[in-house]
């Protein structure tokens, strides 16, 4: 081919055709090239006709980034495809990794590079519990597979200490089996023993299950590659078979009147439930 070539590096969610993008739909339509881990090509296969499928395993990411990457240079419009976000324990830091030693810049070069961005497996288990997300959190993967344990439990400890909500990627699996109890004796030091728990596995995709319990339940509950952990902070609460960590809304307004509970901050929010008023807005500034 002798067209400059395109490189779509694209997150399709979880899984569902309703949670995929327009954007992603588009460039996977347009890709004549698709590279991707051979569960994540079945779950957009009906995507894929007539297209060339480059499929590798589990441990081969670096064979498809560098596959992707070729076919591109080749003139080729290749989708480098991952489930949730591309850019989030996706396959694009890799990528770039390859573009950097390449030294690789949009101007000039033979192929341009797009980040397609998905829902993460974060943001699709918080969905579907809620609220659990409205505050400060982090996401920990507790894969030692390329990261040192060491470095995984100090973070671990960070997160706990700062009592955000704390989202556990990767969290057990047949060989790594000891790495969730010890995350949860670890935050168990800082954070109270029925603190709020979703245990969620393939979220929006076959098989999906949802189980609430406690942190000091956490390990006993069925957990593998496919799920993901939500740990609630010391104001996460549960109503019904919902997880809700509360913004602060309630602390500072009265939810039923919308006025302000109290005065001795440096700016009075705005009222829930009537539009500002400019005039006293322009005296506080």
């Known amino acids: 081919m002798s067209q400059k070539g395109e490189l779509y590096l694209i997150g399709f969610g979880p899984g569902s055709h309703d949670h995929l993008t327009f954007r992603a739909k588009k460039a996977i339509e347009q890709a004549n090239v698709v590279v991707g881990y051979r569960t994540y090509i079945e779950l957009v296969a009906d995507l894929l006709e007539g297209k060339e499928i480059i499929s590798t395993g589990m441990t081969e990411e670096i064979d498809r980034a560098r596959s992707a990457v070729e076919r591109a240079q080749k003139g080729d419009r290749v989708a ?4 949730g976000d591309v850019g989030i324990y996706g396959m694009a830091g890799l990528v770039f ?10 101007e000039g070069s033979d192929f341009s590079v797009e980040v397609i961005p998905g829902i993460t ?47 556990l990627y990767n969290p057990q699996s047949k060989r790594r089996n000891w790495q969730l109890q010890k995350a949860q004796d670890v935050l168990l030091t800082y954070k109270k023993p029925d603190t709020p728990v979703a245990v969620v596995k393939s979220a929006y995709r076959e098989g999906q299950r ?27 609460f549960r109503y019904l078979d919902f997880l ?3 913004r602060g809304y309630s602390g500072k307004y009265d939810l039923d009147s919308g006025e302000i509970l109290h005065k001795g901050i440096d700016r009075p929010g705005l009222s829930l439930n009537r539009p500002p008023d400019f005039n006293v807005l322009k005296q506080q500034n």
């Open 244 to 246: 809700i960590t509360p």
């Open 210 to 236: 949802v189980v609430l319990t406690t942190l000091d339940q956490m390990a006993q509950a069925e957990v593998g590659m496919l799920t993901t952990i939500l740990i609630g902070n010391d104001s996460t």
């Open 121 to 167: 497996a974060l943001s699709a288990v918080s969905s579907l519990v809620g609220a659990s997300l409205t505050h400060d959190f982090v996401a920990v993967s507790l894969s030692d597979l390329l990261t040192p344990w060491p470095v995984i439990e100090k973070r671990l400890h960070a997160a706990g200490q700062g009592d955000f909500v704390v989202a």
């Open 80 to 83: 480098l495809v991952s489930s």
């Open 97 to 106: 990794e390859i573009l950097s030693d390449m030294k690789w810049t949009p």
